[in-house]
């Protein structure tokens, strides 16, 4: 098996004396300094990708931070000049904490709890996307107490299929997102939302799903709700985030640019005359960065498999788990040696299940001690993690420059304990 495809590490990836080096740093250097598992996050990268984003949508695009947040990555969203695109109260109150002024945030869930709604229009968020009509009935209550009119736009059901795993697909009629435009419950809730006291309707809103390669499927949502909207002359629209990346050697994603030239012709072939935003996430954040482990078990089971086992697994990385996502593996100690053996990698949770990497290329040499990485996990590893089997959350680091920076440092057991009483 070949080397590792450079393309699929971080911006500022250089091989310095056959060791990778990412920001500056020495990836076994930053292992040995924060331990591992360890998210290791290429900060030059990070504000390429945001700048992209702004020059390909405008100023009003979004960053989705259930891709990866903390404050560190909110306040650098923002100072590249994007808003922010949160879902849940827990979101808003990071963003807040980051110093996000609130005007520049977009809330989203289909679900938004009173309380939630409360927050949003008492730190005065500047756009709320409704995502139903119990939504809307909430936001009449609230106004009734506050006499506030929150500026909104109206998730859109486009019956558009994203061509990706059935857990992330959110665009087809079945879903539980949005108004479904072929029902005639978009049509009804332009026309509610039109005559409300007590929101200000000023755009709508799709999301098709999320690893979407095929940027077609963007056009054809644009032409949906485009069409449901034209007649109220709304004007914003938002085609919401999804866009794929690769993960592995033989996938080719478009960029941030592609998608953007797409959707905005998909938006001049149907006469949109709306300021159109979008919501990328995982195109921001995901070939960022690479985890770090600590190989600690080499087992080979004769005439079977050898299975590798490092100190993370599902709990920092549930992707391959959930949708039987692919990644790459290599030795940052010789990131361009050969990869002839196949290996499982695994974790350490107590579940046959926990399997990063199903069919691991890796260098003949790997052996117990190792640091061992993958690629392409800067999005939804972090973020989606858990405490399972009470694993410690790992830290996460920035590098740019050469200096490491530790934006969220690694828990404790006694964190563990924080909310037994």
């Given at each position: 098996?070949?080397?590792?495809?450079?393309r699929?590490?971080?911006?500022?990836?250089e091989?310095?004396?056959?060791?990778?080096?990412?920001?500056?740093?020495d990836?076994?250097?930053?292992?040995?300094?924060?331990?591992?598992p360890l998210?290791?996050?290429?900060?030059?990268?990070l504000?390429?990708?945001?700048r992209?984003?702004?020059a390909?949508?405008?100023?009003?695009?979004?960053?989705?931070?259930?891709?990866?947040?903390c404050?560190?990555m909110?306040?650098?969203?923002?100072?590249?000049?994007?808003k922010?695109?949160?879902?849940?109260?827990?979101?808003?109150h990071?963003?807040?904490?980051?110093?996000?002024?609130?005007d520049?945030?977009?809330?989203?869930?289909?679900?938004?709890?009173?309380?939630?709604?409360?927050?949003?229009v008492?730190?005065?968020?500047?756009r709320?996307?409704?995502?139903?009509?119990?939504?809307?009935?909430r936001?009449d209550?609230?106004?009734?107490?506050?006499g506030?009119?929150?500026?909104?736009?109206?998730?859109?059901?486009?019956?558009v299929?994203a061509?990706?795993?059935?857990?992330?697909?959110?665009g087809?009629?079945?879903s539980?997102f949005?108004?479904?435009?072929s029902?005639g419950?978009a049509?009804a809730?332009?026309t509610?939302?039109?005559?409300?006291?007590?929101?200000e309707l000023?755009?709508?809103?799709?999301?098709?799903?999320?690893?979407?390669?095929?940027?077609?499927?963007?056009?054809?949502?644009?032409?949906v709700?485009?069409?449901?909207a034209e007649?109220?002359?709304l004007?914003?629209l938002?085609?919401?985030g999804?866009?794929g990346?690769a993960?592995?050697?033989?996938?080719i994603?478009?960029?941030i640019?592609?998608?953007?030239?797409?959707?905005?012709?998909?938006?001049?072939?149907a006469?949109?005359?709306?300021?159109?935003?979008?919501?990328?996430?995982?195109?921001i954040?995901?070939?960022a960065?690479?985890?770090?482990?600590?190989?600690?078990t080499?087992?080979?089971?004769?005439?079977?498999r050898t299975?590798?086992?490092?100190d993370?697994?599902?709990?920092d990385?549930?992707?391959?788990?959930?949708?039987?996502?692919?990644?790459?593996?290599?030795?940052?100690?010789?990131?361009?040696?050969e990869r002839p053996?196949?290996?499982?990698?695994?974790?350490?949770?107590?579940e046959?299940g926990?399997?990063?990497v199903?069919?691991?290329?890796?260098?003949?040499?790997?052996?117990?001690?190792?640091?061992?990485?993958t690629?392409?996990?800067?999005?939804y590893?972090?973020?989606m993690?858990?405490?399972?089997?009470?694993?410690?959350?790992p830290a996460?680091?920035f590098?740019?420059?050469g200096?490491?920076?530790?934006?969220?440092?690694?828990?404790?057991y006694?964190?563990?304990?924080?909310l037994?009483?």
């Amino acid at each position: 098996m070949r080397p590792l495809q450079l393309r699929l590490l971080p911006d500022t990836s250089e091989v310095v004396e056959g060791r990778l080096h990412v920001g500056g740093c020495d990836l076994v250097d930053l292992a040995s300094e924060f331990g591992t598992p360890l998210f290791v996050y290429d900060e030059d990268h990070l504000r390429a990708r945001c700048r992209e984003a702004v020059a390909a949508f405008g100023d009003d695009v979004a960053y989705a931070t259930k891709a990866f947040l903390c404050k560190a990555m909110a306040k650098l969203a923002h100072e590249e000049g994007m808003k922010l695109d949160v879902a849940t109260g827990g979101e808003l109150h990071v963003a807040l904490a980051a110093g996000v002024p609130a005007d520049r945030l977009v809330m989203h869930g289909n679900n938004k709890s009173a309380l939630e709604l409360e927050l949003a229009v008492e730190h005065g968020v500047g756009r709320i996307v409704v995502d139903s009509f119990d939504e809307l009935a909430r936001l009449d209550q609230l106004h009734a107490h506050t006499g506030v009119v929150p500026k909104i736009l109206l998730r859109l059901t486009p019956g558009v299929e994203a061509h990706t795993h059935e857990f992330i697909a959110t665009g087809q009629d079945d879903s539980k997102f949005g108004f479904t435009v072929s029902t005639g419950a978009a049509a009804a809730a332009i026309t509610r939302a039109s005559e409300s006291r007590s929101v200000e309707l000023v755009g709508v809103h799709a999301h098709i799903g999320s690893q979407v390669f095929a940027v077609s499927s963007f056009t054809k949502a644009v032409a949906v709700i485009a069409a449901v909207a034209e007649p109220y002359g709304l004007p914003e629209l938002s085609i919401g985030g999804g866009l794929g990346v690769a993960y592995i050697a033989d996938e080719i994603a478009p960029s941030i640019s592609d998608w953007g030239r797409s959707v905005r012709d998909a938006c001049l072939d149907a006469g949109v005359t709306a300021d159109v935003s979008a919501e990328p996430g995982r195109s921001i954040v995901a070939s960022a960065a690479v985890t770090l482990y600590s190989v600690g078990t080499v087992k080979e089971v004769s005439g079977i498999r050898t299975f590798v086992a490092v100190d993370g697994g599902m709990s920092d990385n549930p992707r391959p788990v959930l949708y039987g996502s692919g990644y790459e593996t290599f030795l940052p100690r010789d990131v361009s040696a050969e990869r002839p053996d196949i290996v499982r990698v695994v974790g350490k949770h107590c579940e046959s299940g926990d399997v990063l990497v199903r069919d691991a290329a890796v260098p003949a040499d790997l052996k117990v001690g190792d640091i061992l990485a993958t690629p392409v996990t800067g999005a939804y590893g972090h973020s989606m993690g858990s405490n399972y089997n009470k694993v410690l959350r790992p830290a996460v680091v920035f590098v740019s420059g050469g200096d490491a920076r530790l934006v969220v440092r690694r828990e404790t057991y006694d964190d563990l304990l924080r909310l037994d009483l």
